[in-house]
């Protein structure tokens, strides 16, 4: 396959596939360096510049040729021709620290989806919102919680460089290389202060938005209208049925309260119901199926229904009583 003709996405995804299989090992890179090579669109350097930016086991960056190289005063091709032939690649007293992490703010944005973005965040262009999955539905950040959640994953960034600059300055400890060893550290240390500042933040908190995995459309979300969210998962109204809430079905609603256990009776709903219906059983009946139906989206039946009479007969309070009930999906608009 000729690297040039299979487009960048595709490349990236090589890539992402030789590195699980080797494990991030000097191997893999210098297979994949090889393939690279025999196109014209990538650069020398450019393989394992991506290579270090895949992680393994929490996102620890795994050494690579990259650092060989620079420790030998050697370029990737000659590594590479050398792995071809069978060489080793690492010089018998090697002590050369990990490559530093790509810190740039796009691989953050990338990074932050792999850690758990990709999974648990969706952004719509549309509306303009994150949203977040809670473990029951999708739920809209209306508090720029975003934000906080990118300034906690960039203060454990600015950890860990600070730890990596630690561990590989071990390794510059012995003369001649302290001065390394402090300039390493030292360099460290602004970069951590640069992954707090603002305006990391806000570049990290634009770029993630683009994520191919986190982006989606607004049509996506609560496609089917017979599920129904709830705090203790999701309702089927085919049939009735509560089961696990799954993230792909892309519920973005939640009534207020779990459905009561098989059985209980709400006693003092029901005498409420009866009531202000005079006791007609038939007419409790109809306001069930009516506010089930409600429930649903479905506007097949083409009912609009209005609650008419005197005053203190029930109406605000059974409409009110739904509405809370009905938390999301629930709309109270101007007469």
Known sequence: ??????????????????????????????????????????????????????HLDGGVPLKSLASLARANGADL????????????TKPAEDQTPECPPDLSHDDLALDLGRRSWDRNARHVALWGKWLFWSGTHWQRDETLDHLSRIRTYLRL?????????????????????????????????EQAKSLRSQSTVAAVANLARANPASSAGHEAFDRDRLLLGTPGGTIDLRSGLLRTARPEEMISHRVTCAPA??????????????????????????????????????TDEHKLLFFH???????????????????????????
């Open 261 to 298: 256990d098989p059985g209980v009776v709400p006693q003092l709903w029901c005498n409420f119901l009866r009531d202000i219906t005079d006791g007609n059983d038939d007419v409790v009946r109809f306001l069930q199926r009516a506010a089930g139906y409600a429930l649903t989206g479905s």
């Open 77 to 88: 091709s000659e590594i590479s021709s050398r792995h071809a032939r069978g060489g080793t």
């Open 157 to 189: 960034r600015a950890t860990e460089i600070v730890d990596w600059a630690d561990r590989a300055g071990l390794a510059l400890a012995d003369d001649p290389d302290r001065k390394r060893a402090e300039k390493l550290n030292n360099w460290a240390r």
């Open 1 to 54: 396959i000729d690297p040039d003709s299979v487009g960048y996405d595709a490349w990236i995804e090589v890539l992402q596939a030789l590195h699980h299989h080797f494990n991030g090992s000097a191997e893999g890179l210098g297979l994949a360096d090889e393939w690279s090579r025999q196109g014209a669109k990538y650069k020398p350097g450019e393989v394992a510049e991506k290579w270090q930016g895949f």
């Open 309 to 335: 009479g005197s005053g203190r007969n029930g109406k605000s309070v059974f409409l009110n009583t739904l509405l809370y009930l009905w938390g999301d999906y629930g709309r109270r608009v101007a007469a």
